[in-house]
């Protein structure tokens, strides 16, 4: 088996601040995700990559920089960090479009 | 609008009893996957389905693609089921793109 590792479980920042969070698997999937989840709703997709150095935006995109710097590592930027967007980020991976998603424990960004 | 409409929101269950959980869809979705999220923040996998049914010890998931639903059902329900349950799905062509309806908070009691 393999596992998703998010870094750091616990993310506090301040007001305008950059901040970035990492994910590692080791499952050698191709395909890597990062996804919102705000309290009461649904996940929603970040940015999602199908290669090292690809990047395909989703629905929430906007405030956020990611970076496929190798086929095991993702990573997101919140480029200036604001105090609605407090959530649960949660990374994913899968070898293909239609495989089951496996998905990283999280992290939790707060903003002061 | 939303495209994943799941339902209830909240449940309670008596350890031994059972329910379902159900996923809407707006629109035909390519697969369905099932996840539980545990008191430890992990997303654990339960199903991943194209079509059909699956069962894996109490739980059991189906999936109608033409009729545009999936359901979740708990039978035997134990405290350790305690969590919430999300259905996500890709549409036909785009299952890079999973939509996630908004979970089920399930508390089994003693």
């Known amino acids: 088996g393999g596992i998703i590792t998010q870094t750091p479980k616990f993310l506090i920042g301040q007001e305008g601040q950059k901040l970035t969070l990492k994910c590692q698997q080791n499952?050698?999937?191709?395909?890597m995700y990062w996804y919102r989840q705000d309290s009461g709703k649904g996940l929603r997709l970040i940015y999602y990559s199908i290669t090292e150095n690809d990047l395909q935006k989703g629905d929430l995109s906007e405030g956020y920089d990611a970076s496929r710097e190798k086929k095991s590592s993702f990573s997101l930027t919140v480029t200036s960090a604001q105090k609605n967007e407090m959530a649960v980020f949660l990374c994913?991976?899968?070898?293909?479009?239609?495989?089951?998603?496996?998905f990283g424990s999280g992290t939790r960004l707060t903003v002061l | 609008g939303d495209q994943v409409e799941q339902s209830p929101s909240a449940l309670s269950l008596h350890e031994g009893t059972g329910s379902a959980l159900r996923c809407n869809f707006t629109t035909t979705m390519r697969a369905v996957q099932w996840f539980r999220k545990n008191s430890r923040g992990s997303l654990i996998n339960l199903f991943y389905l194209a079509s059909g049914t699956k069962e894996n010890g109490r739980l059991k998931s189906a999936f109608d693609s033409k009729e545009r639903y999936s359901t979740l059902h708990i039978r035997d329900a134990q405290l350790e089921d305690s969590g919430t349950y999300f259905c996500?799905?890709?549409?036909?062509?785009?299952?890079?793109?999973?939509?996630f309806g908004a979970g089920t908070r399930l508390a089994v009691c003693p």
């Open positions: 994913a991976s899968t070898r293909d479009s239609a495989e089951t998603l496996y």
């Open positions: 499952f050698n999937h191709d395909t």
């Open positions: 996500a799905a890709g549409l036909s062509g785009s299952f890079n793109k999973l939509t």
